[in-house]
C-alpha cells in the first residue's frame, strides 16, 4: 500500500487565522481553529503533521529571528515529512519567503507559504482556496523551492513582493515568471523552476545590522550620513531611482559617510518594474566609487534578506561579494 505524502503544516499567524475580538479589531486564533475551517483536508489524501508558533503573530511583529526559527522548523523535520505548508500574514509574507529560500539554499523539497487577506472562518475568505492549494502544490512535489501561493498563482520565494494591500490577488513578481498558475488544474512553468545548482547547504545564521537607504530628491543626506556614522551597520541596501540614478555628489557628507563605512553595498530600483542598467546615466555613475553591487532586478525584499544572511554566515570580504554578486536562488 502507497504512503499517503506527509506535510508539515507550520503556522505562524496572520490574518488567515484571525478572530474579531471585542473591541473589533482581528487578533489570532489557533491552528485548531483554522484546520476545522477546512475539512476538505480530510480527503486530500495527505497526511498532516502541525507546528504552530507558541503565539501566533501579526506577520508585522515577524523578522530575522522568526524566520530563523521558521527555518530552524524545517530543518529539523526535513527527513521525515515530503513537504512543507507555512501559513503567514500577508503584509511581511514575501520577506520571509525571500529569507527562507536563501536560509534554505539547495533544497529538494517543496516549502510553500501562503496565507489570505479575509480571515479563514468569514464566508467571503480566499483562506480556503490559498490554503488547499498550497498543501496540493506540497503534495505533488513538482517544485522543489521555496514557493508563495497566492490568489491562483504560485510566485518563486525570492522573486514576490506585496502589490495590492487588500485585493484578493496581493503579490506581484514583476521581473521574473511565475512557477505555476491555476484556472480548472494547476499548471507548472518548468522553465521557471530553480536550476539546483548548489548542494544542500542549510544556513543558520542572520542577522539585523542592515540598512535600508532610501534615497529622496535632495532631502535627509545629512541626516541618513549621521544614522551610517554613528551606528553599527553590515551592510546596506541602497535604493535609487528609475534605472540607478541618484542625488549624490562627492563633496556630500552622505557619500562620504558610505565611502568610509567600507561595507558591502547591494543597489537596487525604487521601481516596481524594469531592473537596473547602472552606469546608463551620469547621475548614478558616482555609485562606481562606492563599489557596489548591482541587484539587477531583485525585489528590495529578496535584496534585504540576503545581504543580512550573507554578512551573517561569511567573514571574508571576497567569499561575502562571491555570495551577494552570484545568483543564488533565482533572484537575478
Known sequence: MKLKPKILIV???GTIGMIRSEKGTYIPFTLKRILDS??????MGIDIVVESFETPMDSAFIGPKEWLKISRIISHKYNQVDGFVVLHGTDTMAYTSSALSFLLRGLDKPVILTGAQIPIYEKESDGVGNFINALQIAKEGKVREVGLWFHKTLYKGA???KSHSKGFKGFSSPNHPVLASKEQTVNYNRLAFSSGSFDRLFFDK???NVFYLNLLPQSQKELQAKVIRQNTIEGI???TFGSGTVPLKEKDSLFKALKNKKIPIIVVTECFEGGLELGKYEAGSILKKLDV???KNMTKESAITKMMIGTANFKDNLDLRDFLEENQVGEF
Not at 477546512?38 to 480527503?43: A, D, L, R, Y
Open 11 to 13: 503556522y505562524t499567524g
Open 38 to 43: 477546512v475539512p476538505q483536508i480530510n480527503n
Open 159 to 161: 522573486c514576490v513582493t
Open 206 to 208: 542572520i542577522q539585523s
Open 237 to 239: 541596501v541602497l535604493s
Open 293 to 295: 553591487i548591482s541587484g
